[in-house]
Every structure is written in C-alpha cells, then in structure tokens.
C-alpha cells in the first residue's frame, strides 16, 4: 500500500509541474503558442510541393501533439526552415556496373526560435534517406519516399523543438 501511494504521489508531482506531459513533450506553461513559417525550397533539384507537404506535416504533428495554438501568425514558439538539398544517388551496384539501388536524400535547415526563454534557439541541419529499387522508376517510387522521409524530419525537429530528448 506504501508503494501505490508513493507511485501516486510521484505521478501527481510530475503531472503538477506542468512542464511534461505524457505526449513526450516538455513546454513550459508560459508558452501558448507556436507559428510554423513556411519552409522554403532553395535546393539544386526542386520538388514543387515539397515546401508545402514539409510545412503542413510540421504544423500538424505540433497541432496534433501539443496544446499550443499553431494558428498564430506571431507565436511564442517559432519554427523557420529551408530545404537545402534534395538529392538522388545510386548506391548499389550490380556486377554489371549498374546500381540495384537508389536513394533519396532530403536535408533542412531549421532555426528554432523561442521568444520567451531565448537560451533555448538554434539553428539546426536535419537529412534523412530513403532506399529504392532501381527497378522501379523515380517518378513512380518519389511520392512514397517523400512521405516517409518528411515522417523522419518532422519527428526529428518535432523532438528537439518541444520534446527536447
């Protein structure tokens, strides 16, 4: 019984301070908000909707995962990016000098702004890959790479932004 009530109390502690939550996140209550600009494609090869689809997963995942209002057009938390590169590579090759594989490279620069406890900005480079068959065709294979590469950043800005791991 000592050790529910002490396994209670500790919850209540860690709940009370209003600085964790159990969405993994650690924002402190003086922060209500959050505004994610849009993240600006400067890199050699353009995907055309590749700034958006980055812009909208990010705004998302803070939506969905916080309690910060992410409509805010002058946040306390602010998030601004660039794509820097997006690139394909072969990386596999056969015993006929051709690839068996290829990979899509995104990288991202973020700048982290928090406007209430400035000590906690940075400006940050982000890459992440995908792997496909050189079988199948980029234009066919690009749509789900994206997907899952944009999965890998936004987790990766989303935890050092407001999760801090």
């Known amino acids: 019984m000592k050790k529910f009530i002490y396994i209670l109390l500790a919850f209540f502690a860690v709940n009370s301070c209003g600085i964790y939550s159990f969405s993994g996140t650690s924002i402190t209550p003086d922060i209500k908000s959050i505004t994610v600009n849009n993240i600006s494609n400067k890199a050699m090869r353009v995907n055309p909707g590749l700034s ?7 705004t998302d995942k803070y939506r969905r995962f916080t309690s910060l209002d992410t409509g805010s057009p002058n946040g306390d938390l602010e998030v601004t990016g660039i794509i820097t590169n997006y690139e394909l590579v072969s990386i596999g090759v056969t015993a006929n000098e051709t690839a068996s594989k290829n990979r899509l490279s995104i990288t991202i620069k973020i700048k982290f702004e928090n406007k209430k406890h400035p000590k906690e900005n940075f400006e940050k480079s982000y890459a992440s ?37």
């Not at 958006?52 to 990010?58: I, K, Q, R, S, V």
């Not at 980029?138 to 801090?164: G, H, N, P, Q, R």
């Open 52 to 58: 958006n689809t980055l812009t909208e997963a990010l």
């Open 129 to 165: 890959y995908e792997d496909y068959d050189s079988t199948l065709s980029f234009d066919s294979a690009e749509s789900t790479l994206v997907t899952e590469i944009v999965k890998k950043l936004v987790e990766m800005v989303f935890l050092d932004t407001v999760a801090k791991w």
